[in-house]
T-cell receptor
Framework: GQQVMQIPQYQHVQEGEDFTTYCNSS?????IQWYKQRPGGHPVFLIQ?????EVKKQKRLTFQFGEAKKNSSLHITATQTTDVGTYFC???????????FGAGTRLFVKA | EAGVAQSPRYKIIEKRQSVAFWCNPI?????LYWYQQILGQGPKLLIQ????????DSQLPKDRFSAERLKGVDSTLKIQPAKLEDSAVYLC???????????????FGPGTRLTVL
């Protein structure tokens, strides 16, 4: 069935180090969204990627969508303690309306 | 702009009891979602409405879960009877219009944390 696999499950970094989380689908996606959920909070939308090979930046965050539209990544440069939380990708496939969330990558940042 | 409202924020019940959750989406949003989020997992879509019609309910355990959005605005999700494995956070989200194209970002409410004893 349709699903998105997300790795790693957890990542511990020292403040100032970089962080990357990866999202993969076995079938071609229509689009992919990224959300951040702070501990005890609810998911908050970060970005949506639609085009093959698309790269978008938001300050220290860089989002990429693979050429085949089957994988995506989120890279944070020079992490800060405010980046702590769980990052989810959410994929959507052609011909359907459902968005399926990955299991998330939980980021821990040590000051 | 007011966000997605949900109530109650917390609920503790015993197994086999029933429970209902309420969601009021952002004004004008046509699409409404109910998710179940078990601790340490990603949100799992239970049901998705476009106005007052169901778009997807393929993962809704229909023998015990039901949801409605009668006037195409607010929505209720009910569990009857509850099981221990229903303990989770139930998140409601809304987005402008699934069929209109564009980012269709989902705005989430604070969630209802359900504990089934």
């Amino acid at each position: 069935g349709q699903q998105v696999m997300q790795i790693p499950q957890y990542q511990h970094v020292q403040e100032g180090e970089d962080f990357t989380t990866y999202c993969n689908s076995s079938t071609t996606l229509s689009n992919i969204q990224w959300y951040k959920q702070r501990p005890g909070g609810h998911p908050v939308f970060l970005i949506q990627l639609v085009k093959s090979g698309e790269v978008k930046k938001q300050k220290r965050l860089t989002f990429q969508f693979g050429e085949a539209k089957k994988n995506s990544s989120l890279h944070i440069t020079a992490t800060q303690t405010t980046d702590v939380g769980t990052y989810f990708c959410a994929g959507k496939w052609s011909g359907g309306f459902k968005t399926i969330f990955g299991a998330g990558t939980r980021l821990f940042v040590k000051a | 702009e007011a966000g997605v409202a949900q109530s109650p924020r917390y609920k503790i019940i015993e197994k086999r009891q029933s429970v209902a959750f309420w969601c009021n989406p952002i004004s004008g949003h046509a699409t409404l979602y109910w998710y179940q989020q078990i601790l340490g997992q990603g949100p799992k879509l239970l049901i998705q409405f476009q106005n007052n019609g169901v778009v997807d309910d393929s993962q809704l355990p229909k023998d015990r879960f039901s949801a409605e959005r009668l006037k195409g605005v607010d929505s209720t999700l009910k569990i009857q009877p509850a099981k221990l494995e229903d303990s989770a956070v139930y998140l409601c989200a809304s987005s402008p219009n699934l069929l209109a194209g564009g980012p269709n970002e989902q705005f989430f409410g604070p969630g209802t944390r359900l504990t089934v004893l």
